[in-house]
């Protein structure tokens, strides 16, 4: 009677949480802001993995007789000091930008996400030693310890990626442990617990999805972050380098030329303007969305 008792739960909470996951799609889609900044998204995205065919030149070109050019109908956003398209730069420099942004926000909320998870589950020294762990994360200069470690390992995207998820973890981590500390007391984890559950597969199958929600909108919050902290380090220098350039190394490189050739530091800090701001107006939907979910099932 109690295993039936439990599997009913199961199955009506996983329906609920499809229902759920629905209306806050439709919740989250319900501006016009929303799908303008998708779209946006949508787009950088294709140029920067379809760079190769939708580029007009050849990334390493250059055209000697249009050094400095301004923008003009044969090269769109003009071209740098040896004569190279800048809207091909800006298309290749979004694929190492991206990436970073991309890859160290999903490797950053999976390691602050499994610390959150065992903390806010196990309780106890488990949560006192990692808990603290994250305090002392939170306590260190951020762009100090990226720019020393970047020094000291080299500036290839792969280190990158690694020393901005270092360094970014501590947040993901506090929001799934406050999540893992309200859903094991719920009644669908506890009958998990009743028909002989196991802790992983708890973890696992009943409470870390329920906990996904406040952790997707830090993600892309993180993603912004991770782009504009590649970007000031480029900026300084200490950044991606030759042969690989992202928008922040094209910032870097324009430099010297912001009063006679502004054009070369306008459209490469415009897209990574544009880029976060489309990120954190999706980011700002699905908090919304999230907000008024729960306003719901407060008053249910």
Known sequence: MALASAESVAVKHKKIQH???????????RGWLTYVAAGFLLLVLVGALFAPWIAPYQLNQPDLTAM???????????????????????LYGGRISLMIGFASATVAVV????IGALAGYFGGWVYFVL????????SVPILFVILALTALLGPSPETIIGVISLTSWMYPARITCSQFLTFKQRDFVLSARTVGGRDMRIIVRHIFPNALAPLIVNATLL???????ESVMSFLGAGIQPPNISWGYLLNQAQSYLTSAPW?????GLMIFLVVLAINVLGDAIRDALDVQAIREGGM
């Open 19 to 29: 229902s759920e996951f629905m209306r806050i799609v439709r919740q989250v889609f």
């Open 68 to 90: 400095l050019s301004p923008p003009s109908a044969q090269h769109l956003m003009g071209t740098d000091e040896v004569g190279i398209d800048l809207f091909t730069e800006v």
């Open 111 to 114: 390691i602050g996400g499994t």
């Open 131 to 138: 808990m603290r762990l994250t305090d002392v994360g939170l």
């Open 223 to 229: 993603v912004g972050q991770a782009i504009v902290l």
């Open 264 to 268: 070369l530091s306008v459209f490469p």
